[in-house]
């Protein structure tokens, strides 16, 4: 059984925007895979550990010896069909908790000309898990940059720069997709790193 009224899964709902149609099938096409997720572990790992009103998985549980075949699925489709909407909805349904929820919602909200809430859903992504992954902190330094807040969108692509050393791909892809958004400011930011050195104090 799943929980279907998760927060960030009803705010990704909310901040798609979808017609009434295609918002069930969201939802419906997010139920599906999740509960695909839930039946396969429940046949072939152990039953009770997840799911809505499960216990967790207990400490020091070993899924040894099964069959990993038993548990890869496919999701396929036609092109633009919702295939990745559908998994990053399944995505914050299974895993309210996780700060895969917040993290995928600041795409969302960058899509959606919301970058207040895009920096919002950031922070709150990091406050549950401060990794640095080059995805996550070039977005959340683009809603900063969209929201006045250069020295934080700095911060955050100095992080990425430590990381990756050089940059360059994840720059010149997030510039053109900045700028196809509608936020040239983070697209020349992003542009002006390509091809910079890494900083010799890191």
């Given at each position: 059984m799943t929980k279907k009224d998760g927060q960030y899964f009803e705010?990704?709902?909310v901040a798609l925007r979808l017609p009434a149609e295609e918002e069930k099938d969201a939802r419906t096409?997010?139920?599906?895979?999740?509960?695909k997720v839930l039946v396969a572990y429940e046949?072939?790992?152990?039953?009770?550990?997840?799911g809505a009103g499960s216990k967790g998985i207990p400490s020091g549980f070993s899924a040894s010896g099964v069959n990993p075949h038993a548990l890869t699925g496919l999701v396929y489709g036609r092109i633009q069909s919702g295939k990745t909407r559908a998994m990053i909805a399944s995505e914050l349904e299974d895993s309210p908790r996780s700060f895969a929820g917040p993290g995928h919602m600041v795409v969302m909200y960058l899509t959606g000309h919301q970058p207040?809430?895009?920096?919002?859903?950031y922070r709150a992504a990091s406050a549950i898990y401060d990794v640095t992954l080059p995805?996550?902190?070039?977005q959340g330094a683009e809603a900063a940059f969209e929201t006045g807040h250069a020295a934080l969108a700095d911060s955050l692509l100095d992080r990425?720069?430590?990381?990756?050393?050089?940059?360059?791909?994840?720059?010149r892809y997030e510039a053109s997709v900045a700028r196809?958004?509608?936020?040239p400011t983070a697209a020349d930011s992003f542009a002006a790193r390509v091809g910079r050195a890494p900083d010799?104090?890191?």
């Open positions: 705010e990704a709902i096409n997010a139920e599906n895979i999740v509960g046949e072939n790992i152990a039953q009770g550990h997840v207040a809430k895009a920096l919002e859903a995805w996550l902190q070039i990425v720069d430590l990381i990756c050393r050089p940059c360059d791909f994840f720059y196809a958004r509608g936020y010799p104090r890191h």
